[in-house]
């Protein structure tokens, strides 16, 4: 659950963008322009918007494509910061129901569908996918950090927010059971994969573990409870639903969470119980502290490495539960 500053990822959206608008193999293009700026009325887009007048629909329909056109250069790089004024200022659009559904190329769906269709969402999800995996280092999905990727979330739902379907900070690599869970979501606030000032929390959620330590670590007690709290003030009736039930799988008794917590634990317990007796060997063999904590937590525990591999983040907060980590 890390997040990333803006700033260090906004020339991989500008990338996007400049391929969508202008042309590049294995993306088309939702607003084609000719070669005097005009729009080809023929293809993407505007070929949508004079299908759905050829089906009768009303003119709110028309007008919303249409913004998304005169506006889709700046929709591609939008800022989540911007995502609900751009809606209010162009795309609240009177009698327009995103859930009315039109006939369109034999394919009778909702007008939302008929839009991300247009917009080629599914093509881009794959090209942001592998941006995501081979520049940005995200190998697990950005809410549990324990699957692989499987698919793209909207941060933003399409149904909701067609003409968001293509940005790509709207775009959140994840797996299909938190994808799932998040789509049933009613909390106030979720979790972005970007924040916008370097101020700003880039850890809103932590792992707690001082009782299971205590217990644990004198042999009273062998159930390991993994539980969240947030230091960036999320109402605590609001994490297990902004951690889409994270804790719940991380506490299944079969969890490879849970094995993995156990696994680092008894690293833990053997590196401070021989602690005393191996300092002299660790000064004769140069042994750093640098060795001692990836003996504990293994090679991952830094804060980039959140996405990198699994339990990176429950690792680095035991890290520092325990003083390993500062």
């Known amino acids: 659950m890390y997040r990333f500053f803006i700033d260090d990822v906004k020339s991989y959206a500008f990338d996007i963008a ?16 000719k070669k005097d700026g005009s729009v080809d009325e023929s293809k993407g887009l505007a070929l949508l918007k004079s299908k759905l ?3 009768h629909a009303a003119d709110g329909y028309l007008e919303y494509i249409q913004h998304i056109i005169d506006h889709y250069d700046d929709i591609l790089t939008l800022h989540p910061s911007q995502f609900e004024k751009f809606k209010d200022d162009y795309f609240n659009i009177a009698g327009v129901n995103l859930s009315t559904k ?27 996918r592998r941006i995501m995996i081979d520049f940005l280092k995200i190998r697990k999905c950005i809410y549990c950090n324990d699957i692989e990727i499987q698919e793209m979330d909207h941060f933003k739902p399409e149904a909701k927010y067609p003409f968001l379907c293509t940005s790509f900070f709207n775009l959140f690599p994840s797996c299909k059971r938190c994808n799932g869970k998040k789509n049933k979501w009613t909390g106030k606030n979720e979790f972005c994969l970007y924040r916008e000032k370097e101020s700003e929390d880039c850890n809103p959620f932590k792992f707690d573990f001082p009782e299971m330590l205590e217990d644990y670590l004198t042999y009273e007690n062998d159930k390991h409870t993994i ?22 799988r991380y506490n299944d008794e079969l969890s490879d969470a849970r094995k993995h917590l156990k ?12 602690l005393p007796a191996t300092l002299n060997a660790c000064s004769e063999l140069n042994i750093t502290k640098k060795d001692e904590i990836e003996f504990v937590l293994g090679d991952c525990y830094k804060v980039e490495d959140i996405h990198k591999d699994r339990f990176v983040k429950m690792t680095i907060d035991f890290g520092k539960e325990t003083g390993m980590l500062k």
Do not use: W
């Open 18 to 33: 400049e391929k969508l608008l202008n042309g590049v193999r294995g993306l088309q293009r939702p607003v084609v322009r």
């Open 263 to 274: 696994n680092v634990l008894n690293k833990y317990k053997h590196q401070m119980g021989c």
């Open 102 to 128: 039109f006939k369109i190329d034999n394919v009778h769906q909702e007008f939302y569908k008929h839009v991300a269709s247009y917009m080629c969402c599914d093509t881009v999800k794959k090209y942001v």
């Open 53 to 55: 007048e050829n089906v």
């Open 227 to 248: 539980k969240f709290s947030s230091p960036s003030g999320y109402a605590k009736e609001e994490i297990s639903d902004a951690c889409l039930d994270i804790e719940g």
